[in-house]
C-alpha cells in the first residue's frame, strides 16, 4: 500500500474542505437539527458519493484527456468560478 499517496490526498482534502460550504452547510444543520451524529452521518455518506463519483470520472477522464490538459481546464474553471464569485453571481 502506498501510504504516501494517501497521506497526501487526506492532507490536500483536509485542507481544501477546511471552511468550505460542506462544513458551513455542517454546522448549520447541526445547529438546526440539534442531532449532530445524524447530521454527521448523512454528510459522511454524501461526501462518500461525491467522492466515489469523483475518483470514477477520474479514472475516466484520465483514460481519454492528458494529465496537462485536466490540470489547465480544472484552473481554467476555478479561476471562472471565483470571477462569478467575485461579480455576485455564484
Same mark, same amino acid.
Given at each position: 500500500m502506498?501510504? =504516501?499517496? /494517501? $497521506?497526501?490526498t487526506?492532507?490536500? /482534502?483536509?485542507? $481544501?474542505? *477546511?471552511?468550505d460550504k460542506t462544513q458551513l452547510a455542517s454546522i448549520l444543520m447541526t445547529s =438546526?437539527?440539534?442531532k449532530?451524529? *445524524?447530521?454527521?452521518?448523512?454528510?459522511m455518506l454524501a461526501f462518500a458519493l461525491v467522492t466515489v463519483i469523483g475518483v470514477a470520472v477520474g479514472s475516466v477522464i484520465t483514460k481519454f484527456v492528458p494529465l496537462n490538459f485536466i490540470k489547465?481546464? $480544472? $484552473? /481554467?474553471a476555478f479561476i471562472i468560478i471565483g470571477i462569478l464569485i467575485l461579480l455576485g453571481k455564484i
Open positions: 502506498d501510504w =504516501k499517496i /494517501i $497521506a497526501s487526506f492532507i490536500t /482534502i483536509f485542507l $481544501a474542505e *477546511l471552511g =438546526k437539527t440539534n449532530p451524529v *445524524l447530521v454527521f452521518i448523512g454528510t489547465v481546464g $480544472a $484552473a /481554467i
